[in-house]
């Protein structure tokens, strides 16, 4: 009789080790969960931040690349040489040596004179554009982002003499999200076209941002301690 009472007494310690133990982890992981909940409120946003993103210019560069693809699946499959003239409004000459570099990469022979024997190719740009969407916010802290929206249109003429052979249009766009930080420095303040309307950040984000950072914070310390000392 007395060696099961030692047995069951042994049973009883380990028993309630067992409890106290997992009590104790329970506790220690509820405090860790509000601690890691504080250090993702507080910490600062450039920790999770991308890479820059590309300028303004350097995005309507790769439109008009992919405007002079669409022209030239529009041409005959010749090696014979073209004469280019471009038509270009003012504040757009920036496209002029893009698109002869597009050209001549493919493969053209490109013609800056006239030739009698050559077919004229007429490119134009009509529109280059950038804009931005109202600002928004990823989560209670992020930081404040815009869609920016780049758009480049125009269209083409290939002509050999008084014939027209080719006619069309190119058009397009390209959409991502750039933070509001990053706005002025996307823009080329020599190129008026590379600049666009920015949001005016809300006025919310200047007078109250402050104060709820700092009472999610106090609210996350409350909890931290109130749960270890349970």
Do not use: H
């Amino acid at each position: 009789m007395g060696k099961m009472n030692i047995y069951r007494r042994r049973i009883g310690v380990k028993s309630s080790n067992f409890n106290f133990f997992a009590i104790f982890s329970l506790k220690g992981l509820k405090a860790l969960t509000v601690l890691c909940l504080l250090l993702f409120l507080l910490a600062p946003a450039k920790l999770f931040s991308q890479s820059s993103p590309p300028a303004n210019l350097e995005v309507f560069y790769k439109l008009a690349d992919s405007s002079v693809t669409k022209v030239l699946t529009s041409l005959p499959e010749s090696n014979s040489p073209v004469y280019l003239r471009l038509d270009l409004p003012e504040g757009y000459s920036v496209f002029r040596n893009r698109i002869i570099q597009d050209l001549i990469q493919s493969g053209k022979k490109v013609l800056l004179a006239s030739d009698s024997l050559a077919p004229s190719l007429d490119i134009s740009i009509d529109r280059a554009k950038v804009t931005y969407s109202d600002l928004f916010r990823q989560g209670l802290f992020g930081s404040y982002e815009s869609e920016r929206i780049v758009s480049l249109g125009g269209s083409f003429i290939l002509s050999s003499g008084a014939m027209v052979k080719n006619t069309g249009d190119f058009s397009f766009t390209a959409r991502d999200t750039v933070k509001y930080d990053d706005l002025r420095g996307l823009e080329d303040i020599s190129i008026p076209f590379t600049r666009g309307e920015i949001p005016s950040e809300p006025l919310f984000s200047t007078l109250w941002e402050p104060v709820v950072a700092l009472g999610t914070a106090a609210v996350a310390v409350y909890l931290f301690f109130t749960v270890r000392s349970k």
